[in-house]
């Protein structure tokens, strides 16, 4: 289980990884990073949970997403 978490959401996942791709785990959190940066979100936009499965799926080397949880505090 790996996890990128921003001031007020966390994103927990897991992931299958093919075994001879390089730094799977690096990639995927720099994409997260990316992808919830404050700059590309408005006000009360939802986070949709699929959107963000399928940004972790279109990462080279990601052959599924075993486990995926969202928590905010």
């Known amino acids: ?38 700059d590309k979100w408005q006000i009360n936009q939802p986070i949709i949970l699929s959107d963000v499965t399928s940004c972790i799926l279109q990462i080279r080397g990601v052959q599924s997403v075993v486990g995926f949880q969202q928590v905010s505090f």
Do not use: A, H, Q, W
């Not at 785990?25 to 919830?36: E, G, Q």
């Open 1 to 38: 289980m790996d996890s990128f978490d921003d001031t007020r959401t966390k994103i927990v996942f897991e992931v299958d990884i093919y075994p001879i791709i390089g730094d799977v785990i690096n990639n995927c959190i720099v994409t997260l990073k990316d992808y919830f940066n404050i």
